[in-house]
Nanobody, 116 residues
């Protein structure tokens, strides 16, 4: 079992920055690929960024490329999403996700609101 707890959401003006953190506990370590998803009101949940188990490979959605950066610290069991140049369309609940071949887990989410 893995527990994921997100933090760092909040209200920010357009053009600003936020750093989201996800703390993993339980059977963690480097056994899971990790990702950040978001869901805006009335929209489907989408993958924003993902990172491989050892951190060598990352993925970013086209909508956030060049603005968001995902990283992980396996020693601390944390995953971070650095978000720069935020836009009002980035407003959503952001969820941390852990995945391996057998299981996947979700955090409860943290709200990011970007005002224009």
């Amino acid at each position: 079992q893995v527990q994921l707890v997100e933090s760092g959401g909040g209200l920010v003006q357009a053009g600003g920055s936020l750093t989201l953190s996800c703390a993993a506990s339980g059977r963690t370590g480097s056994n899971y690929a990790m990702g950040w998803f978001r869901q805006a009101p009335g929209k489907e949940r989408e993958c924003v960024a993902a990172i491989s188990r050892n951190g060598d490979n990352t993925y970013s959605a086209e909508s956030v490329k060049g603005r968001f950066t995902i990283s992980r610290d396996n020693a601390k069991n944390t995953v971070t999403l650095q978000m720069n140049s935020l836009k009002p369309e980035d407003t959503a609940i952001y969820y941390c996700h852990a995945l391996n071949s057998a299981m996947n887990y979700w955090g409860k989410g943290t709200l990011v609101t970007v005002s224009s």
